[in-house]
């Protein structure tokens, strides 16, 4: 006879917290419903203005390397630029990783207050500098330090790996993904910083507790158990890379067709978003070459999602089903 | 003239700490650890004042007193963790075995191998299973996955009677276990090193009664292998299971004696007014 009641009167009392969560969860929902329909929106304009393209071309469109804007002759394939959006981009990663994660173990881990506050400002800074800034700087001085100091000397000693190959010019895939890894570092720097402060001290002191070293407990520890963290932090420099434009378009070189297949760190290349940005506008609307630039549009999109989709998956499948209990 | 008074006060008091020290200085050959005329500074502010203390091998000593009179700070000068605050200063020295182990060519590593920690709110490593949270020292040492070292984990929380509860979890995160199995996990942790001392800050004050129970039962058995140093703020805690007690306030170490003695007898007025509840 008690029980019941008591279920009442609990019913009563989550009742009564439940609408003042609704009210939350109401607007919650509209608002990321909103961001979906943005996103459906968008993919649907994109879907339906490639079929032209893709009907024409059928799987070429993709894995075709040809770019013939004339008319009577047009051919479009896109593969060069799918490999030069992932080559820039895994360069930007190799370079921007470890410096960022470097900076974020710097400033958490060794650097005194007095250095750790400005440096962190700095680097929040930058990621504030609009992208054409870092384009322009690139023209006037990365460029010439890349051909001078860096690509000059390997094509001369290594010019035997192709990816070393050609004759530097500085206008190419690597410089591009150099200022790509410079962009990135400080998202990737800064979210690695707040992943490493969030590491409880108790667990530094533990480890330093059983004769740990200072570099052992960063990483053994600290670095592990940021780790979930840190790949987010990698996942949204990689989501900035990917769809960076306008500083790639000023430096990569805009090669269009085979030539722009990234056999060769120093060759002129083309990413995807630069493509568009470089032709889009001058498309006419409904022509084929409109719609190849819609399908290059999609493809940007499909590959951007795949990455978030794939990364949400590795973090809730790897990093958290096993309860955080990682063997070493 | 009030400026000068309080000057010759200053020195008079210099002058008598000198000779007390001089009188404690003299290294006790049966201690296993002993703090000689240690001082700390927190940048400017002066936490610990010329203290001195033995720790006899086989003991458990505890260390009294009120909140921020520097119990835990005078805890950490004993495995070198207090150099781990960039602000934190120290002179005099600790002796581990007649050596001092702020000489210059000792490397702190391996002092906190040997002298063992526990911290006042369990923390055992969340990335790590049970399993780990025990090997992860001897791990660091070299020592490979095997039958050797599967006998020390079983061996240190069987020590840490943790054993009979966690044996079918090992693989299991350290953390997902009960505040008390947790704490059991790091005495665990700090035996399997084999240190000789072990140092407990307040290792108790995040349990309930029965696990306080289990671990004041565990501390006394811990005694016969180890000499074992516990900061509480729980005094019947430290009359259960001390034998030598140590009173501390403002930085100072007041009274040092046998629990018994201390509790029942104190020799400085200080001291009684502690333990008898008078301030605090
Ligand atoms: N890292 C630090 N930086 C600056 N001051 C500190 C630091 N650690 C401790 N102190 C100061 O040193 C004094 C002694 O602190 P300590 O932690 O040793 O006290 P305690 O006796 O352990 O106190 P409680 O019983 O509350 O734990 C306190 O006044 C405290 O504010
Ligand atoms: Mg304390």
Redesign the interface.
């Known amino acids: 006879m008690k029980s019941p009641n008591k279920q009442q009167q609990i019913q009563k009392t989550t009742k009564s917290k439940v609408t003042g969560d609704n009210i939350f969860k109401i607007l919650t929902t509209i608002i990321a419903t909103s961001a979906l329909i943005i996103l459906l929106i968008t993919g649907y304009t994109l879907v339906k203005g490639s079929i032209p393209v893709v009907q024409n071309f059928g799987v070429n469109f993709f894995f075709g390397q040809q770019w013939n804007p004339v008319e009577g002759r047009e051919i479009y394939g896109i593969l060069p630029y799918i490999l030069g959006t992932l080559t820039t981009s895994g360069v930007a990663l190799l370079i921007g990783v470890p410096l960022s994660l470097g900076i974020a173990i710097f400033l958490v881990e060794m650097a ?2 007095s250095l750790r506050v400005p440096i962190s400002y700095i680097i929040e800074l930058l990621a504030a500098v609009p992208s054409v800034i870092y384009g322009l700087w690139g023209l006037r001085v990365l460029r010439g330090w890349m051909v001078t100091y860096i690509e000059t000397p390997l094509s001369k000693y290594l010019g035997w790996i192709p990816i070393f190959s050609g004759n530097p010019q500085g206008l190419d895939i690597f410089t591009a993904g150099v200022i790509l890894a410079i962009m990135i570092i400080p998202t990737i720097a800064s979210l690695s910083k707040e992943v490493l402060t969030a590491v ?1 001290n ?12 200072k570099w ?1 407990v960063t990483k ?2 600290v670095l ?2 940021g ?1 979930s963290g840190i790949f987010a932090a990698i996942i949204l420099g990689l989501g900035r890379a990917i769809g960076e434009t306008m500083a790639v378009t000023m430096l990569i070189g805009n090669a269009t067709g085979p030539s722009a297949m990234p056999t060769s760190l120093f060759q002129s290349g083309q990413t995807m978003a630069s493509l568009i940005a470089n032709g889009f506008t001058e498309a006419t609307a409904g022509s084929l070459k409109y719609s190849t630039y819609l399908g290059v549009g999609l493809t940007l999109l499909i590959m951007s999602l795949v990455i978030n989709v794939g990364a949400h998956l590795i973090m809730t499948r790897v990093f958290k089903v096993k ?6 | 003239m009030t400026t000068t008074t309080t000057t010759i006060t200053q020195e008079e008091q210099n002058n008598k700490h000198v000779t007390n020290d001089q009188t404690q200085q003299e290294i006790d050959q049966t201690a296993k650890m002993q703090a000689i005329n240690v001082n700390v500074w927190f940048g400017q502010k002066h936490v610990l004042k010329s203290v001195n203390l033995t720790v006899k091998p086989n003991t458990v000593t505890a260390i009294i007193g009120p909140s921020g009179c520097g119990k835990s700070t005078f805890l950490r000068c004993f ?1 070198r ?1 207090h150099e ?1 605050a ?1 602000n934190a200063k120290m002179t005099g020295k600790i002796l581990l075995d007649c050596e001092d182990i702020y000489e210059r060519k000792i490397d702190p ?2 002092i ?2 040997r002298v ?2 526990v ?1 006042q ?1 369990p ?7 049970i399993y ?1 949270n025990v090997a ?2 001897l ?3 070299g020592t490979k996955n095997g039958k050797h070292l599967d006998d020390i984990v079983k061996r240190s929380l069987e020590q840490a009677t943790l054993w009979d509860e966690v044996h079918e979890d090992l ?6 276990i009960s505040g008390g199995q947790q704490q059991r996990l ?1 005495i665990a ?2 035996i399997a ?1 084999q240190p000789e001392v072990i140092l407990m800050d307040e290792p108790c004050s995040a349990l309930d009664p029965i696990a306080t129970a289990k671990i004041e039962k565990l501390i006394i058995e811990l005694k016969r292998n180890y000499a074992v140093v516990i900061v509480t703020h729980n005094m019947q805690q430290a009359s259960r299971i001390s034998d030598y007690t140590a009173f501390m306030y403002m930085g100072e170490l007041i009274e040092f004696g046998e629990t018994r003695q201390l509790f029942e007898n104190p020799k400085v007025k200080l001291t009684e007014n502690y333990i008898t509840g008078a301030f605090g």
């Open positions: 005194p207050k409880p108790s667990i530094r002191e533990g480890a330093y507790s059983i004769g740990a070293t052992e053994r520890w592990s158990y780790k309860g955080g209990a990682i063997e070493q | 495995n963790m781990l960039p590593v391996q906190r191998r063992g920690m911290f709110k923390n055992p490593f969340p990335t790590m299973s780990d992860a020292g791990k660091l040492t693989k299991k995160p350290g953390t997902s790091c942790r700090a090193l």
